[in-house]
């Protein structure tokens, strides 16, 4: 199930949105090292949130890394710190990489799937809350899908990256204010017209049956969704707050032939 467009038009360009597709294509293609895999590796390491790091709040030795290699994916050891054993890379900030770990892609194909997603669902988010409370919602939501990666693998060595953290909290917004927008899907070979509810849920489950070893931090992906999907509910059942967080042009009566912010749709005839 691959979700492709929804029907759920804007009132203005999603700047925002557009903008992180942009940067994240552009970290992936222009910084991004592409020709070498061990400098691929290294600048994982020296860019990305690392549970490790982030649980003992230091940067990974030369060992660890080395160790991380070799198949010891869970050998976060302090005894080698304490030993003198020296870090990799000695300037990296540990928690701001918890932020630039979103602008990083492990393949074309990643980049490709997590910048559709972010399109499909991501506009109308924006569109509702403005651009600064969009980006401020975007970031948070990566940070604290990543941190629930952290919390289910404190031990890993293992460098965490992708916007799909963050791209999942956007979905789980999505699948709160507009879960009858109908979003043109493709499943097996067929193209099909599904309330944006079913195919949100149906990847959300599927988080859960991915393999432990197929290099997937789908807890990041679960945790990203939870938060999008929390602040939503709060946003959209209190009144006051809605009234500080939607933008002033969907904060209108919900009588027949007004926009209805619940459902996506316009008037009685919601989507």
Request: proline fraction near 6%; charge should be negative.
């Amino acid at each position: 199930m691959f979700p492709l467009w929804d029907e759920n038009p804007t009132k203005r360009p999603a700047v925002v949105t557009i903008a992180l597709i942009i940067i994240c294509t552009a970290v992936f293609f222009l910084v991004q090292p592409q020709n070498s895999v061990q400098d691929d590796i290294n600048f994982s390491y020296e860019y990305a949130a690392v549970p490790c790091e982030v649980v003992k709040g230091r940067q990974l030795t030369t060992a660890e890394i080395n160790d991380a290699l070799a198949g010891d994916q869970t050998g976060c050891d302090s005894n080698q710190v304490a030993a003198g054993e020296p870090t990799a890379f000695p300037t990296k900030n540990v928690f701001l990489a918890l932020v630039t770990s979103m602008f990083l892609h492990g393949s074309l194909m990643h980049l490709g799937g997590n910048m559709l997603f972010l399109w499909v669902f991501g506009n109308n988010v924006e569109d509702h809350v403005g651009r600064l409370k969009y980006l401020v919602f975007y970031l948070a939501a990566g940070v604290v899908a990543t941190i629930a990666h952290v919390a289910a693998q404190i031990d890993s060595t293992v460098p965490v990256i992708g916007a799909s953290g963050a791209i999942a909290g956007v979905m789980g917004a999505y699948a709160v204010w507009f879960p009858k927008a109908k979003v043109r899907t493709v499943v097996v070979v067929m193209l099909v017209r599904l309330p944006a509810i079913v195919p949100l849920v149906v990847w959300l489950g599927s988080q859960f049956f991915i393999g432990p070893d197929e290099g997937v931090a789908w807890m990041a992906h679960v945790g990203g969704f939870v938060f999008g999907a929390l602040v939503a509910l709060i946003v959209r059942g209190a009144k006051g707050v809605r009234d500080k967080v939607w933008d002033d042009k969907y904060n209108v009566p919900e009588t027949p032939g007004g926009w209805d912010n619940r459902f996506g749709g316009v008037g009685d005839r919601p989507w």
